[in-house]
């Protein structure tokens, strides 16, 4: 079974922090794992995934993710948040066969002036 | 165009009213979905299409019904709808639903409203 947890609905950060969104979880064969972000009024866009080599990921603006497999874990991070970042964010695994995604309940990013 | 397109952005419908969203892909990908996303909830998926064939049915409600005429096009055609159907429905293209790699590009949604 499948399934992704998200700790926090909603994270606020001031302009310039560091930005570190959680994202767990469960599988019972190696996962590929994908973080989306969906701007209001829009669909949501791929950010970066992990599926095998350097468990150190790097996507687009300026977002990256490790995947740490011994704490389940995929958790995103960026050094230092700008207003665009406003968004939500979506944490999903795939299992071994088949593209069918399965998305953690997401998180609501508020950057603070 | 490019990417994958929805249409209606919005829709407003009456419980007894019959009609359709549409998506279509430019991207040359021959796997289709639907996903209903809620508030509070995980994005749910609906249905899959791969080469046309439907893949997935999730437990859909038959007063849903998709219909894949080609790789580039889906449609998911609505009718006597509930309330709790109300949502935004997200349809996304990836290159085939059986690489389990592979990226899933999502269009803008149809915010549906059912009164």
């Known amino acids: 079974a499948q399934s992704v947890t998200q700790l926090g609905s909603h994270v606020s950060v001031s302009e310039g922090a560091l930005v570190l969104l959680r994202c767990n979880y469960s599988?019972?064969?190696?996962?590929?794992l994908f973080w989306y972000v969906q701007y209001p009024n829009q669909g949501l866009q791929l950010l970066l995934k992990y599926t095998t080599g350097a468990t150190l990921v790097k996507g687009i603006n300026g977002f990256e993710a490790e995947f740490k497999k011994s704490e389940t874990s995929f958790h995103l991070t960026k050094p230092s948040a700008h207003m665009s970042d406003a968004a939500e964010y979506f944490c999903?695994?795939?299992?071994?066969?088949?593209?069918?995604?399965?998305f953690g309940t997401g998180t609501s990013l508020t950057v603070i002036p | 165009e490019t990417g994958v397109t929805q249409t209606p952005r919005h829709l407003v419908m009456g419980m007894t009213n019959k009609k359709s969203l549409k998506c279509e892909q430019h991207?040359?990908?021959?796997?289709m979905y639907w996903y209903k996303q809620s508030a509070k909830k995980p994005l749910e998926l609906m249905f899959v299409?791969?080469?046309?064939?439907?893949?997935e049915n999730n437990s859909v409600p038959s007063r849903f019904s998709p219909e894949c005429p080609n790789s580039s096009h889906l449609f998911l055609h609505l009718h006597t709808l509930q309330p709790e159907d109300s949502a935004l429905y997200l349809c996304a293209s990836s290159q085939d639903s059986r690489a389990s790699t592979d990226t899933q590009y999502f269009g803008p949604g149809t915010r549906l409203t059912v009164l």
């Open positions: 299409y791969n080469f046309k064939e439907q893949t």
């Open positions: 599988s019972s064969v190696p996962p590929y």
């Open positions: 991207l040359g990908h021959n796997a």
């Open positions: 999903a695994v795939t299992r071994g066969t088949g593209n069918q995604f399965y």
